[in-house]
């Protein structure tokens, strides 16, 4: 069963820093892309970044280019968002989602089938 | 940027009704199309993906069609469960990006 679990949310002020993991399990993490998307309290979905497999592959949103940094640890079934000078617009619960597809349909592997559970990040002072 | 448009932003229903939203992209994106479910704190629940095709486990009454830049989301008959946001999403390129969603409400 795949399952994520993202951690190091909380309080911060603007400005500052946060270091956000997610936990991966279920599945060969090594051998897929993930992501990061986020959404602001009743607000929509926002994608954040992707990271390729083998982490040769980068992309980010312009809302965080510059700002924020994704990275994987394969050997820990992990993923990272390092996010610097934080404002008050990334308030939001942030969730890891893998571009995993039942290889019967490989059709889905540019899809969000799984999601973790999220974690709250607030920008406040 | 691709920009994602859904309408309406919100519809009320009853139980039994058939419910339609519509996503148009900015530009054409192909089939490169996902349309997502989301109840009050949970995460998103992915329904279609490819535009058209039902993800396992979603129910029949769920269906997605179009290509290109128009897509529809169809309910064919709402049930209690369904009440919800459904968003959007393209795959065909760089940034993702998501409609601003559409919240189903009880008439």
């Known amino acids: 069963e795949v399952q994520l679990v993202e951690s190091g949310g909380g309080l911060v002020q603007p400005g500052g820093s946060l270091r956000l993991s997610c936990a991966a399990s279920?599945?060969?993490?090594?051998?897929?892309?993930m992501n990061w998307v986020r959404q602001a309290p009743g607000k929509g979905l926002e994608w954040v970044s992707y990271?390729?497999?083998?982490?040769?592959?980068?992309y980010y949103a312009d809302s965080v280019k510059g700002r924020f940094t994704i990275s994987r640890d394969n050997a820990k079934n992990s993923l990272y968002l390092q996010m610097n000078s934080l404002r008050d617009e990334d308030t939001a619960v942030y969730y890891c989602?893998?571009?995993?597809?039942?290889?019967?349909?490989?059709?889905?592997?540019?899809?969000?089938?799984?999601w973790g559970q999220g974690t709250l990040v607030t920008v406040s002072s | 940027d691709i920009q994602m448009t859904q309408s309406p932003s919100s519809v009320s229903a009853s139980v039994g009704d058939r419910v339609t939203i519509t996503c148009r992209a900015s530009q054409g994106i192909s089939s490169y199309l996902a349309w997502y479910q989301q109840k009050p704190g949970k995460a998103p629940k992915l329904l279609i993906y490819?535009?058209?095709s039902l993800q396992s486990g979603v129910p029949s009454r769920f269906g997605g069609s179009g290509s290109g830049t128009d897509f529809t989301l169809t309910i064919s008959s709402l049930q209690p469960e369904d009440f919800a946001t459904y968003y959007c999403q393209q795959a065909n390129s760089f940034p993702r990006t998501f409609g601003q969603g559409t919240k189903v409400e009880i008439k």
């Open positions: 989602a893998p571009n995993y597809y039942d290889t019967k349909h490989p059709a889905q592997r540019y899809y969000f089938d799984y």
């Open positions: 990271i390729s497999s083998g982490s040769s592959t980068i």
């Open positions: 490819a535009a058209s």
């Open positions: 279920g599945f060969t993490f090594s051998s897929y892309s």
